[in-house]
């Protein structure tokens, strides 16, 4: 017989586990509670919570609320999020993952201190994935993004830049990139 062990610190991770009870707590409260999106990419997760009454909901179907009540899932909002939210009078709980709450505050933060410099902004991630939308939205929009090398075309290496990543990027494709950027770099510019 074959022998299955599961590692202990397998599962969602915390920001995930978090956003889950936090859900259940509300949903203890008050049955009439949206997620806008997918609370966690795990369809019996999802289809378990479903029975709880929580009901999934796309940005257009957000963009028609009025005064309910919407989790934000770990993957965190841009700002526009929360500015619809207050002009509808939507209730907010927000399940952002304090981790990628941090790096959305030191974006913002490095943005508005440098985007009169002409820095370059470029986070390495998934294009259209919720949490790169949530960092890309602390710039006004005006982050690059990149998913891989072919991507580093739409840099301008005699500018400075600063690279941030998704936080569920591999550390070795994002050691990748910082190579290359280094290598095209030396011929002017600064990567910071």
Do not use: W
Not at 80 to 97: F, G, H, M, P
Not at 105 to 121: N, W
Not at 153 to 167: G, N
């Amino acid at each position: 017989m074959v022998e299955i062990e599961i590692d202990q610190s397998s599962g969602f991770c915390f920001g995930v586990v978090n956003a889950i009870e936090s859900a259940e707590r509300e949903l203890e409260k008050n049955s009439n509670l949206y997620s806008l999106g997918d609370l966690v990419h795990n369809s019996l997760e999802m289809e378990r919570l479903k029975k709880l009454g929580l009901k999934t909901i796309e940005h257009s179907d957000f963009s028609g609320l009025q005064g309910k009540t919407v989790m934000l899932r770990a993957h965190g909002e841009p700002p526009s999020t929360y500015d619809l939210a207050e002009r509808n009078q939507i209730k907010i709980v927000d399940a952002t993952c304090p981790v990628v709450l941090k790096l959305q505050r030191r974006i913002y933060d490095c943005y508005q201190e440098m985007k009169e410099a002409g820095v370059q902004l470029v986070i390495y991630g998934k294009k259209g994935h919720a949490e790169v939308n949530g960092l890309v939205g602390q710039t006004e929009g005006r982050a690059i993004v990149i998913e891989k090398k072919e991507d580093l075309e739409k840099l301008d290496f005699s500018r400075e830049i600063v690279l941030v990543s998704q936080t569920t990027k591999s550390l070795d494709g994002f050691r990748e990139i910082v190579e290359e950027i280094k290598i095209r770099m030396e011929k002017g510019g600064r990567f910071l």
